[in-house]
Nanobody, 114 residues
Framework: QVQLVESGGGLVQPGGSLRLSCAAS???????MSWHRQAPGKQRELVAA???????NYADSVKGRFTVSRDNAKNTVYLQMNSLNTEDTAVYYC?????????WGQGTQVTVSS
């Protein structure tokens, strides 16, 4: 098993930036990692993902604004979010996929509002 703890959420004005972190309890070097979000009344959706080899993919809605990265030495994955808008308001979850099993963090709230 692996425990995931997200941090870095908060309140930000439109156009602002935030960096989310996801710290894992053990090595994630062989895991595919991803960020998801869930807004009130909506389904959880994939935001960004990064493979163990460093390949990335993004939801169309965040391409060019969000960047996912990983630091295997720190067992941590990051989501840099720029040019935030109100539609980015959601709870953001980190996920690790290892040997076919998905693990989830508890989520961190991101609120974009003036």
């Amino acid at each position: 098993q692996v425990q995931l703890v997200e941090s870095g959420g908060g309140l930000v004005q439109p156009g602002g930036s935030l960096r989310l972190s996801c710290a894992a309890s053990r090595s994630i070097s062989s895991s595919s990692m991803s960020w998801h979000r869930q807004a009130p009344g909506k389904q959880r959706e994939l935001v960004a993902a990064i493979t163990s080899g460093g390949n990335t993919n993004y939801a169309d809605s965040v391409k060019g604004r969000f960047t996912v990265s990983r630091d295997n030495a720190k067992n941590t994955v990051y989501l840099q979010m720029n040019s935030l808008n109100t539609e980015d308001t959601a709870v953001y979850y980190c996920s690790a996929r290892t040997y076919g099993v998905n693990y989830w963090g508890q989520g961190t709230q991101v609120t974009v509002s003036s």
